[in-house]
């Protein structure tokens, strides 16, 4: 049996369900910190079985979901299921005091349309305590304000340029459709009679130290340049191999055997090439080697600008979170590689057929308007059906009226239509691949997303 909750009223419309009224599993309640509110908290957050449990009674409607918690060993990972919905947000590290110990935030948007609902807290990445959850009405959406349909490359070739406008005109109407991987993206026109509006590419099995190890490029520009021609945008990324110093074993880490080897190259913990040495460096080998790793990938661009392909370019992506040797010196090095490589291919390989897209979403890691024109999440939710409520609210504060924002990697496909009820607009989706791709979904909520007269797929 389900507990009904202990409403505590704030301001007008406001719930909030105190974590220590819940149905509680594989966690307790403490009392130890202070600054909770009610009659305590609940802690021990720490195994895979670990939630609270609560139903109510409130009206229709979006709420806002706050969410009152004490995290002093770092940013963690929340899980909730609302009413079957999941949604997934971030804890910001909290205060380590015992006179401040708890901080609240909005971790997203949820909707509530049953006489009873049901809302489910998951461990998620665990060791945090929660002391309750909140559920405010949310307000209407800000106006979407379009951004200038200029590109950061003043000499952005006309198709560029038209690729762009398109983007911009359609921005806020609903979204275009994406898929990595040609496989993918035959499966979607299977099973939905629909061809996705981008097709995702990668240049990691051009990265020379890859191929120096019998890495093996099989014409992937050349089909990618028949899409385009087949009406398909274009994006690209790069998984881009360290230039020297793959550890190429398996290792161990925290306990456990990682396979290192050179064809993970691109993870931080498979090679031990330090960027931040090699940009100090400009004379040094170190240096040398990124410039030629980026004329190796220069030669594959300038096919697609031969054949007049615009191209969503995505490099450095993720580069925030560490796992890439490109982002594992921190946001400097980063940003002056970004700078390094735009400036080498615009300026030295002449290539104008570009849409640069940045792909770090924290504010102390963006190198600058002047050198962005799209910026872009790549999210994995623990449901496909989450909103993105949280990352799209951070971003469209920061970017309303200044740059597109498009979901540039995503679990499996997003509902679009949701989406769009929640205020969430991005400019595009790209599905990843394999269990995150559009294979694994099943074949009614594949139709669902596509057939939405929200999505624009291929004419």
């Known amino acids: 049996m389900l507990l009904t909750a202990i409403f505590l009223s704030l301001v007008a ?7 220590e009224t819940a149905q509680l599993t594989d966690v307790r309640v ?11 908290y609940v802690t021990d957050l720490t195994k895979d079985a670990s939630q609270l449990t609560w139903s109510a009674k409130l009206p229709k409607g979006i709420y806002d979901l706050v969410v009152g918690y004490s995290a002093p060993n770092g940013e963690k990972g929340f899980d909730a299921v609302v009413d079957g919905f999941g949604l997934s947000g971030m804890l910001p590290r909290t205060a380590a005091s015992a006179n401040a110990s708890f901080a609240r935030v909005t971790v997203g948007r949820v909707e509530v349309n049953k006489p ?4 489910v807290v998951k461990k998620g990445w665990g060791y945090y305590d929660l002391d309750y959850i909140e559920l405010l009405p949310s307000a209407k959406s800000p106006r979407l304000v379009r951004p200038p349909a200029t590109l950061s490359d003043s000499n952005a070739t006309p198709a560029a340029r038209r690729l762009f406008r398109r983007l911009v005109a359609a921005y806020g109407n609903g979204m275009f459709s994406g ?20 097709f995702g590419n990668d240049f990691m ?34 998984h881009w191999n360290a230039p020297k110093d793959l550890i190429d074993a398996e290792i161990t ?6 396979d290192a080897r050179w064809y993970k190259g691109f993870y931080t913990n498979a090679t031990t090439f330090d960027v931040q040495k090699a940009l100090a460096d400009p004379s040094g080998e170190d240096y040398k080697l990124l410039i030629r790793d980026i004329d190796v990938i220069a030669a594959e661009l300038k096919k697609l600008a031969k054949a007049d392909v615009p191209v969503l370019w995505r490099p450095l992506h993720e ?14 090095p980063c940003k002056q590689l970004w700078l390094l490589m735009r400036d080498r291919l615009i300026s030295h390989h002449k290539l104008h057929n570009l849409i640069w897209v940045w792909n770090s979403v924290r504010p102390e890691w963006y190198p ?10 790549d999210l994995y939710p623990a449901d496909r059906r989450d909103a993105t409520a949280s990352t799209w609210d951070d971003l469209f504060s920061r970017f309303n009226g200044k740059k597109l924002l498009a979901l540039t990697e995503y679990g499996q496909a997003p509902e679009v239509d949701r989406m769009l009820r929640f205020g969430v607009r991005w400019s595009y989706f790209v599905s990843w691949t394999g269990p995150l791709g559009a294979s694994a979904m099943k074949d009614e909520d594949l139709r669902r997303v596509y057939t939405s007269r929200k999505v624009f797929n291929v004419k």
């Not at 898929?179 to 981008?198: F, S």
């Not at 600058?368 to 999440?377: E, H, L, Q, R």
């Open 30 to 40: 403490a009392t130890q910190m202070a600054g909770f509110s009610g009659t305590g």
């Open 319 to 332: 580069a925030e979170g560490g796992w890439f040797w490109v982002g594992a010196k921190g946001p400097a």
């Open 179 to 198: 898929q990595y991987d040609a496989k993918e993206n035959n499966h979607v026109q299977a099973k939905t009679g629909k061809m996705p509006a981008v």
């Open 13 to 19: 419309g406001s719930t909030r369900l105190e974590a």
């Open 253 to 258: 880490e925290n306990g456990r055997t990682v």
């Open 116 to 119: 009873t609902t049901q809302f």
């Open 205 to 238: 099995d051009y990265s020379p130290s890859r191929v120096a190890r019998g890495g093996i490029p099989r014409g992937e520009t050349e089909r990618t340049i028949a899409r385009a021609k087949a009406g398909q945008m274009v994006t690209y990324s790069w």
């Open 368 to 377: 600058g308007d002047d050198s962005v024109d799209i910026i872009g999440a």
